[in-house]
């Protein structure tokens, strides 16, 4: 069963070269899993290829998915369900989007692609994978697949396993973002027993202590629990200039909710000397670059400078 799609995943790692690296003696290099494509970036695409087989195979012609306003896990899903035939739906948190949803660019540009959405409120959002939930969605909507929030269960893990490639082993860590958890998983499942993985979450959700160890057999893995900037989607003028600095030194683009805060922890990390010299890095650039668009209407409105793009 073959998965339509329309990109490329031959990944390169691309080295990075900035004065702090070489004054520390280390080797930095990012995969740019963001090139994998312009809305299914990343681990998103990595998080949907084993959900959509299995959708198709078992005869599926909807997925129902939950985000928030900005999520490229909804954009993702809207694109690969449109690309394959399959009905999209979309349950957003938040009621007061449902007269104003135009305005926002993630959830337009899922629209435009053939997602149906719901709003809901942010207290019935908590309740979604409750079983008189599913089964309200269910009578409104017919039969679905059900994809998690953040698209995070096995076989998205199993998909995660699949960004590490063999000439990866010469790395000392590997480093990834963490929202759900599902992507490290994916990493520490397929990293070599010599590396160790770092996560670094993009909020502050102590649960993650516990939901990653179910999807994980073994290995050296660890949180890096400094860099989320007080939570989900929170940026500060600092993280903005370090993502418009970071653009224009190495030419890379960094998204201000996943991969801005990682490079930024990784590099405040190097700066501490937090690293061994002659340690040699992996980042894993996770995609999200369709957040952008979404953060800069938010900063434009408190007059705040903008990402470059
Ligand atoms: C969704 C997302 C993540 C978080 O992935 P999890 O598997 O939920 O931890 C990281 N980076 C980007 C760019 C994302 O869009």
């Known amino acids: 069963m073959a998965l339509k ?5 031959d990944i390169q790692n691309q080295r990075i070269e900035l004065p702090i690296l070489k004054e520390h003696e280390i080797d930095l290099y990012i995969k740019r899993e963001d090139l994998i494509h312009p809305v299914v970036s990343g681990n998103k695409y990595r998080k ?6 299995a959708a198709i195979d078992q005869g599926f012609e909807a997925l129902l998915t939950f985000g928030g306003a900005y999520s490229n896990h909804i954009a993702a899903t809207a694109f690969a369900g449109a690309e394959n035939k399959l009905r999209t739906i979309g349950i957003i948190r938040g009621e007061e989007l449902r007269s104003v949803w ?13 997602m149906e959405f719901q709003f809901v409120s942010r207290v019935a959002y908590r309740l979604k994978t409750t079983e008189s939930f599913l089964d309200q969605l269910k009578q409104r909507w017919g039969d679905f697949y059900l994809l998690p929030e953040g698209g995070t269960n096995e076989l998205a893990v199993k998909g995660c396993e699949e960004i590490l490639q063999t000439g990866d082993a010469q790395f ?3 480093a990834c973002c963490v929202g759900t958890g599902g992507t490290l998983a994916g990493l520490i499942n397929s990293a070599q027993p ?12 102590e649960g993650l202590k516990e939901d ?4 994980v057999k073994q290995g050296q893995w660890r949180l890096v629990w400094d860099y989320h900037f007080g939570g989900y989607a929170k940026v500060s003028l600092e993280l903005v200039s370090f993502i418009n600095d ?5 030419g890379i683009s960094l998204d201000p909710i996943y991969t801005g805060k990682l490079l930024y922890g990784l590099m405040d990390m190097i700066v501490r000397g ?3 010299a002659n340690s040699k890095i992996l980042a894993i650039h996770s995609g999200g670059l369709q957040g952008i668009a979404g953060m800069n209407s938010v900063l434009k409105k408190k007059k705040l400078p903008l990402i470059e793009v």
């Open 48 to 53: 949907l290829k084993y959900n959509l087989l």
């Open 274 to 276: 937090e690293f061994k």
């Open 102 to 114: 135009q305005a926002n660019p993630t959830l337009r540009e899922a629209h435009r692609t053939g």
């Open 172 to 174: 000392d860590f590997v």
């Open 5 to 9: 799609w329309c990109c490329s995943v």
């Open 212 to 215: 990653i160890p179910t999807f």
């Open 246 to 250: 970071f653009r224009r030194e190495t």
């Open 194 to 205: 010599h590396q160790e993985v770092l996560g670094f979450p993009v909020l502050q959700d």
